[in-house]
């Protein structure tokens, strides 16, 4: 079993940053790569960035790319995605999770999900 919990979401204006992080707790060894989803009521969870806990191998969605950084430190256990430049668009719940499958773009592939944290990104 692996438990995740993610907080640092809010309330941001457009431009602004916000940075999410993911704890990890349990058997994390067994999963190695690490996502951040969103999803938009009513629409499937969408693929933002993934990162591998032993290599440190980054993913992005293309919608991301430039502005939203992840990364990991081992010691605590915990995955960070640093949000700039956010956009109105980029309002969502943002969950973290756990899956075998090397940075999948994939959220069938993930196994364990925090239960998200709100970003809500005004004009």
């Known amino acids: 079993q692996v438990q995740l919990v993610e907080s640092g979401g809010g309330l941001v204006q457009a431009g602004g940053s916000l940075r999410l992080s993911c704890a990890a707790s349990g058997r994390t060894f067994t999963h190695d790569t690490v996502g951040w989803f969103r999803r938009d009521l009513g629409k499937e969870r969408e693929f933002v960035s993934a990162?591998?806990?032993?290599?440190?191998?980054?993913n992005y969605a293309d919608s991301v790319k430039g502005r939203f950084t992840i990364s990991r430190d081992n010691a605590k256990n915990t995955v960070y995605l640093q949000m700039n430049s956010l956009k109105p668009e980029d309002t969502n719940v943002y969950y973290c999770?756990?899956?075998?499958?090397?940075?999948?773009?994939?959220?069938?592939?993930?196994?364990?999900w925090g239960q998200g944290t709100q970003v809500t990104v005004s004009s």
């Open positions: 999770a756990t899956g075998v499958k090397e940075l999948s773009p994939f959220f069938q592939e993930y196994e364990y």
């Open positions: 990162i591998s806990w032993t290599r440190g191998n980054t």
